[in-house]
């Protein structure tokens, strides 16, 4: 993939690739994006912009905007863990960066971006809020509704995007 330096300043590209140390695919808004996954969403011309689109929802719905991914960088992690912290069987982590898991252990690749943790990991980015205690983590629906209808990629083809709000749901006031 490429790294379109253009669209960001050089300073904030210099910074995502110093601290990761892999340089970005690309950027959103600032956000340097690591596509380090074969999944067929990711690998889709159009993955930047539809990330774009998820990313402004999902902001929206966490009540924040594009500085608070801004330097940071998403990656799209293949399997279906990630590590985090102590655990590396995450499915997402925010720990000042972005991780996403981009397959399930029993069904594979996911279809699409949006049926990743990445609505829940920007939350954490937007609010923090480690021990969940914000009634958001509860009430996706809003969300589950701004990106109904999308399609999803397998290998074969085209498939229904089938998102499941209680991918991104956590307890409440549990770590």
Known sequence: MRVNASTIPFATALVATLACGTPPDF???????????D?????RPDFPERLEGVLSVALDYWGGDWRHIQGRTITFSAGPYVACGGSDRAIGCFDG????????????????????????????????DRTHEDPRWMQFEPVEDALDGRVGYTADGEVACLIYVSVWRHPLHAQ
Not at 27 to 37: K, L, R, W
Not at 39 to 43: G, I, K, Q, V
Not at 109 to 115: K, R, Y
């Open 97 to 128: 960066d972005v991780r996403v898991a981009t397959s399930e252990p029993v069904t594979g690749s996911l279809p699409c971006v949006e049926e990743t943790v990445l609505i829940h990991e920007i939350g954490h980015a937007v609010i923090g």
């Open 39 to 43: 999944a067929p969403f990711a690998r």
């Open 27 to 37: 950027y959103v808004h600032g956000a340097g994006v690591i596509v380090d996954t």
